[in-house]
C-alpha cells in the first residue's frame, strides 16, 4: 500500500540525571497513515519495552501517565519499529510536531538497520500573531485555538497526540487553502524556496503555482508562515 503522508508521534523516555538524544528512549508510537487526499488509510499504536528498566525516569510518569510495569511488559523496540516498517513501506512525507520526534526514529531506525524509503519530513508549528509574530506555542493550546475538540486526559498518550496532529493538519490545509484559492506563487526549484506574486526576487524563470503547493508539493518549501485563524501557522520540511 502506498501513503502520501505518514503523521507520527512519539512519547520517550529520558534517562534519569541526562539531557542528550542518546540516552532516549521511545515508550509509545503513534503513526496515522492517510493518502494524498489527507483520507486515513491505516493506524499504527504500540507501546515499547525499556531496554533497562533502571533508566525508567519518574518523569515519563508524570508526563504520560505511562506507569513502568506496563512499559517493561510491552514488546521490544526492535521488535515494534520492524512491525512499523512493514506496515509503512511506500510514503513521500513523514508529518511530525517537533524535529526531536523524527531524529530519535531515525536513530533508533538507524541502531537496528531498519531502512525507510526517500521520504521528507515536515515540521508542524505554530505561532502566535502578537507582538513580533515569532512566538511558537504548545501543542494544547495550538489545538484550542484551531478549535480542535480533544480530551486533556489523553494528551501524552502517541495514539490520541498523532490523531490530533493529523486534523492540526487537515486544518491549517483546508483554511490555507480557502484563503489562498485565488492567490499564485513562483516556485525556485534551484534554493527549493517559494516566493510570493509581488517579491521582488519572483520572475519568469520560477515556476507559477497555486499558493497551496506549501502543503501539496513539498519538495519545494523550506519555510513558509501562514496567518490562519488567529495564529500563524509555520511550515517547515527536511529533505531525506
Request: with cysteine; net charge positive; hydrophobic share 35%.
Amino acid at each position: 500500500v502506498k501513503f502520501e503522508y505518514l503523521f507520527l508521534d512519539i512519547e520517550w523516555n529520558q534517562a534519569p540525571k541526562t539531557t542528550d538524544i542518546e540516552e532516549r528512549e521511545p515508550v509509545q508510537i503513534g503513526i496515522v497513515a492517510a493518502d494524498a487526499n489527507l483520507n486515513i488509510k491505516r493506524t499504527f499504536s504500540k507501546s515499547i519495552r525499556l531496554s533497562n528498566r533502571e533508566c525508567f525516569n519518574p518523569n515519563t510518569f508524570t508526563v504520560s501517565h505511562y506507569p513502568l510495569d506496563a512499559i517493561m511488559k510491552s514488546k521490544s523496540e526492535e521488535t515494534v519499529l520492524k512491525n512499523m516498517n512493514i506496515s509503512f513501506q511506500n510514503y513521500k512525507y513523514i508529518v511530525v510536531w517537533t524535529n526531536e520526534t523524527y531524529e530519535l526514529l531515525k536513530r533508533r531506525t538507524d541502531k537496528y538497520g531498519i531502512s525507510m524509503p526517500r521520504h521528507r519530513v515536515i515540521i508542524l508549528l505554530l505561532m502566535q500573531i502578537a507582538g513580533d509574530g515569532k512566538k511558537v506555542i504548545g501543542f494544547e493550546k495550538s489545538l484550542k485555538q484551531a478549535g480542535i475538540k480533544y480530551q486533556k486526559n489523553y494528551l501524552h498518550y502517541s495514539k490520541h497526540d498523532v490523531n490530533y496532529l493529523y486534523l492540526l493538519f487537515c486544518k491549517c490545509y483546508g483554511e490555507y487553502r480557502k484563503l489562498t484559492e485565488q492567490e499564485t506563487c513562483y516556485l525556485n526549484p534551484r534554493t527549493h524556496k517559494v516566493h510570493n506574486g509581488n517579491c521582488r526576487y519572483a520572475d519568469s524563470a520560477l515556476i507559477k503555482s497555486s499558493k497551496d503547493v506549501i502543503f501539496q508539493e513539498i519538495k519545494y518549501v523550506r519555510y513558509a508562515v501562514v496567518k490562519m485563524i488567529g495564529i500563524g501557522f509555520i511550515g517547515k520540511q527536511i529533505l531525506k
